[in-house]
């Protein structure tokens, strides 16, 4: 299993000739990817500008609750160069996904919470989310979350103490 090459598609943070790249498939209603978040993000803030972060989308069924459509909320965000500010506000408030949740996430990024809401209802982004999620499982990537670092997936649970020496070795290497 190996993740699919990054394109202008994906929701990337830190400098394209990075040494390392870490890639997560997350889902933001999975508690597995809820726990492994703040980890995530301090890793991403202590690396910043040595490792380049990779985000992509895993989400379940709808009937499993939310999830594509905090998906959508976070690719609208994406569409307006806010998708890690509406990635934090999703992982920071899970299992409040509802529309009204979302919209409400939007404004406290800055952006149009009425345009949030009419591509919510409209499902504007719905056919991106799908994309990715069929895209990830094509690659084998059926849990939430997975990691890849350097295209190497990370075995190991996501706690701090295991990952930072990993991304460690890696910027090392």
């Keep these: ?19 390392v790249t870490l890639i997560e498939y997350g889902d933001y209603e999975c508690p597995f990817c809820v726990r492994a978040y703040p980890v995530l993000e301090q890793v991403r803030q202590e690396f910043r500008g040595r490792v380049r972060f990779v985000y992509r989308h895993v989400p379940k069924s709808q009937a499993d609750g939310f999830s594509k ?20 506000q999703l992982f920071e408030h899970s299992g409040a996904h509802d529309l ?35 895209a990830s499982i094509r690659s084998g990537i059926v849990g939430t979350p997975t ?14 103490e295991r990952l930072r020496p990993a991304v460690e070795r890696a910027l090392s290497a």
């Excluded at 009204?100 to 919510?120: Q, T």
């Excluded at 990691?147 to 701090?160: C, S």
């Design 100 to 134: 009204e949740h979302l919209v409400g996430y939007a404004a406290a990024v800055g952006l149009d919470p009425g345009a949030c809401r009419a591509a919510l209802e409209e499902h504007r982004f719905a056919s991106r989310v799908n994309e990715l999620a069929v």
């Design 1 to 19: 299993m190996h993740p699919t090459p990054i394109t202008e598609h994906d929701h990337v943070d830190g400098p394209s000739d990075a040494k």
């Design 147 to 160: 990691l890849f670092i350097n295209g190497a997936r990370f075995e190991d649970r996501i706690e701090l």
């Design 69 to 88: 459509q905090a998906a959508q909320a976070a690719e609208f965000a994406g569409s307006l160069g806010k998708f890690w500010e509406m990635h934090a």
